[in-house]
């Protein structure tokens, strides 16, 4: 079966790494925000 997704959309190793921690990082901020409007 081929593959449905174009060649072009294969991201390199280090861009999914980078976005991860950028999400990682989101993630913290938005649980810092939400803490602090729960106190």
């Not at 959309?9 to 901020?29: A, G, R, V, W």
């Amino acid at each position: 079966m081929k593959n449905p997704f174009p060649s072009d959309s294969y991201e390199p190793l280090e861009d999914l790494i980078c976005t991860n921690k950028q999400l990682h990082s989101f993630m913290k901020t938005i649980e810092g925000c939400t803490y602090r409007l729960k106190q």
